[in-house]
């Protein structure tokens, strides 16, 4: 079976430019996260949703963050405009209600 | 809000010896997981745990769902060079009976001894 798949697996882009990540989860599972991996903090949840339907979003940094699920198999995460400091390693994961979580390979966000 | 300690923060391993690491918190988590996340990938699920005190395995691995719901364990018998890592634990909560978040400790990274 395939795996959660993440795509870019890298993105080098300027600051002020919008970037967009994606995901596809794995087939039959309801439940998609977005995390965001930094050095300093650890692994955030930054958003999940549930039968595409968002159910938590106080993890988003601010505004300039904004996730969608358009339907079961795919799902993007926006920043816009883009900086620095969002730099991270962004990972996309699913569940099938429970809370074993499989995550993608993640995509490697560097802002310069 | 809920916060999750891990220890140690690193350690090192000479193949053939047993490892062990755990997680503590002051809030009560309903389950309990554990990830390995190797360079350049994402986090891989080890073992998931969902009742108070019960132990599982997983090959090498053995995993325990502390009775106080507030911590767990890992331990890994007979280590081998491929077990280097950085292992996470991730305590799950319950909200209105759907599916909560899971809340990651900061991990604890294993390495060979130089």
């Known amino acids: 079976d395939a795996g959660v798949i993440q795509s870019p697996r890298h993105e080098v882009t300027e600051m002020g430019q919008e970037v967009t990540l994606r995901c596809k989860p794995i087939s039959g599972h309801d439940y998609l996260f977005w995390y965001r991996q930094t050095m300093m903090r650890g692994l955030e949840l930054l958003i999940y949703f549930n039968n595409n339907v968002p159910i938590d979003d106080s993890g988003m940094p601010e505004d300039r963050f904004s996730a969608k699920m358009p339907n079961a198999s795919f799902s993007t995460l926006k920043i816009q405009p883009s900086e620095p400091r969002d730099s991270a390693v962004y990972f996309c994961?699913?569940?099938?209600?429970?809370?074993?979580?499989?995550f993608g390979p993640g995509t490697r966000l560097t802002v310069t | 809000g809920q916060q999750l300690n891990q220890s140690p923060q690193s350690m090192f391993i000479q193949e053939g010896e047993d490892v062990s690491m755990n997680c503590t918190s002051s809030?009560?988590?309903?389950?309990w997981l554990w990830y390995k996340q190797d360079p350049g990938e994402g986090p891989v699920l080890l073992i998931a745990l969902y009742k108070a005190g019960e132990l599982t395995s997983n090959g090498r691995l053995t995993a325990q769902f502390g009775i106080t719901r507030k911590d767990s364990f890992l331990n890994i018998s007979a280590s081998i060079p491929s077990d280097v890592g950085i292992y996470f634990c991730?305590?799950?909560?319950?909200?209105?009976?759907?599916?909560?978040?899971?809340?990651f400790g900061k991990g604890t990274k294993l390495s060979v001894k130089p």
């Open positions: 994961a699913s569940s099938r209600a429970g809370y074993e979580q499989y």
């Open positions: 809030s009560i988590f309903n389950t």
């Open positions: 991730a305590g799950g909560l319950n909200y209105g009976g759907s599916q909560g978040n899971l809340i």
